[in-house]
């Protein structure tokens, strides 16, 4: 079993910036993927970012040169450092993880961009 718990949401002004982490914790031997994904007030969960190899990451075109994804293989944890932020940011962002074919998802952190 893997648990995800991701941290670091919270409220900030547009043009702000947060950092969030996800740390997975359990009984594994490697961890095949992790990605960002979020869901808005009403609407679909969808793709932010993620790791599609070692080092090379995916972005959703609406946070491109806006997010990065990065990780501590150590810590079996990865951070989303999220600058410029704009109100339609507003969402629970959530972290998923793909460990020995099974997927697991996180309980989600709000993130909510107002002025």
């Known amino acids: 079993q893997v648990r995800l718990v991701e941290s670091g949401g919270g409220l900030v002004q547009p043009g702000g910036s947060l950092r969030l982490s996800c740390a997975a914790s359990?009984?594994?031997?490697?961890?095949?993927?992790m990605g960002w994904y979020r869901q808005a007030p009403g609407k679909e969960r969808e793709f932010v970012a993620s790791?599609?190899?070692?080092?090379?990451?995916n972005y959703a075109d609406s946070v491109k040169g806006r997010f990065t994804i990065s990780k501590d293989n150590a810590k079996n944890t990865v951070y989303l450092q999220m600058n410029s932020l704009k109100s339609e940011d507003t969402a629970v962002y959530y972290c998923?993880?793909?460990?020995?074919?099974?997927?697991?998802w996180g309980k989600g952190t709000l993130v909510t961009v107002s002025s």
């Open positions: 359990g009984t594994f031997f490697s961890i095949n993927y």
């Open positions: 998923r993880a793909l460990v020995h074919g099974n997927n697991y």
């Open positions: 790791f599609i190899s070692d080092n090379n990451t």
